[in-house]
């Protein structure tokens, strides 16, 4: 019944940034925060971020904290992570993902999930 949708992924250098957007649709009244995920080859997926419905609560992995900002606009149904001073590390498939969880940084909890954009930063 939700539907989320990832965008602006792409190649970028060492110390780059890009913003990438997770567009939802269907009923998405029953759900409540967002997060993001990432995925290498061979590797789980890991957690990078995390939002509460009304944005007033943040939660970033140690490897992205001071780096990555999580945002929503919930008149627009959309999501956000920016992504500053990005280094090779951070190449990924990123996800976003939705919980009826006030928060969570499990991906187990998360009961939709976009079909991922990939990021390539380069050295």
């Known amino acids: 019944q939700v539907q989320l949708v990832e965008s602006g992924g792409g190649l970028v250098q060492a110390g780059g940034s890009l913003r990438l957007s997770c567009a939802a649709s269907g009923r998405t009244f029953s759900y409540s925060a967002m997060g993001w995920f990432r995925q290498t080859p061979g590797k789980e997926r890991e957690f990078a971020a995390a939002?509460?419905?009304?944005?007033?609560?943040?939660f970033y992995a140690d490897s992205v904290k001071g780096r990555f900002t999580i945002s929503r606009d919930n008149a627009k149904k959309e999501g956000y992570l920016q992504m500053n001073n990005l280094k090779p590390e951070d190449t990924a498939v990123y996800y976003c993902?939705?919980?009826?969880?006030?928060?969570?940084?499990?991906?187990?909890?998360?009961?939709?999930w976009g079909q991922g954009t990939q990021v390539t930063v380069s050295s």
């Open positions: 993902a939705a919980t009826r969880k006030s928060s969570s940084q499990s991906a187990d909890q998360y009961d939709y």
């Open positions: 939002i509460s419905w009304g944005g007033g609560s943040v």
